[in-house]
């Protein structure tokens, strides 16, 4: 459950019980998977993206260019399935 303070500064007043924060829904996030050379679960967006390993042997993403007007990145689609619509608060660090 969100706590009660972050509710109300991103939404306002809440009623008690009703926002919950379901289990992180992306797959692969640390792309750590690896189907026939590809990121499983990523799909390139723009330009697309590559994929390194870190000294500790973590994955993280990589873009690389040389033109401010390029477009790079990578993207994941979630189907959330909700039953209404809810406000929801997605979070990435770069």
Request: aromatic share 8%; charged share 20%; net charge negative.
């Amino acid at each position: 459950i969100m706590q009660e303070a972050i509710c109300r500064s991103l939404y306002g007043e809440i009623k008690a019980g009703t926002l919950f924060v379901e289990a992180n829904q992306v797959a692969n996030p640390h792309f750590n998977s690896d189907t026939n050379g590809r990121t499983s679960s990523w799909e390139a967006f723009g330009e697309g993206f590559g994929v390194e390993r870190s000294a500790d042997g973590g994955n993280f993403l990589t873009v690389e260019s040389e033109s401010v007007d390029s477009v790079l990145g990578a993207q994941q689609k979630i189907w959330l399935r909700q039953e209404r619509a809810v406000p929801l608060l997605v979070a990435a660090r770069g």
